[in-house]
């Protein structure tokens, strides 16, 4: 499967964005979706997850009840909803595929999307 993230930008703190990561190819409503981002000089981290049916999601504790993964299988796309964003959220964000279930390491993932720059302005 083949993925392509969209939807960053730049956002004051605050506001809102909502990603997109388009899948081509096969089988992608049987995988795990999941978000990950990278700031400059930092490790790539795990933002949030949803299973292969959207009946789990799963989010990192710096974004809870902030931000949302959802999916929609009949358009071989994902989603991550990100309200009330903070410059700390500034990073490129990737979206990853696996079969099964959510994992929180990057390196569990062979399926990856090209990134999409977030930039949140104080």
């Known amino acids: 499967v083949q993925l392509q993230a969209s939807g960053g930008g730049l956002v004051q703190a605050g506001g809102s964005l909502r990603l997109s990561c388009a899948a081509s190819?096969?089988?992608?409503?049987?995988?795990?979706l999941t978000w990950f981002r990278q700031a400059p000089g930092k490790e790539r981290e795990f933002v949030a997850g949803?299973?292969?049916?959207?009946?789990?999601?799963y989010e990192a504790g710096s974004v809870k009840g902030r931000f949302t993964a959802s999916r929609d299988n009949s358009k071989n796309t994902a989603y991550l909803q990100m309200d009330s964003l903070k410059p700390e959220d500034t990073a490129i964000y990737y979206c990853?595929?696996?079969?099964?279930?959510?994992?929180?390491?990057?390196?569990?993932?062979?399926?990856w999307g090209q990134g999409t720059q977030v930039t949140v302005s104080s």
């Open positions: 949803i299973s292969w049916n959207g009946g789990n999601t």
């Open positions: 190819g096969r089988g992608f409503d049987g995988y795990a």
């Open positions: 990853a595929a696996r079969d099964y279930s959510i994992l929180l390491n990057p390196s569990s993932y062979k399926y």
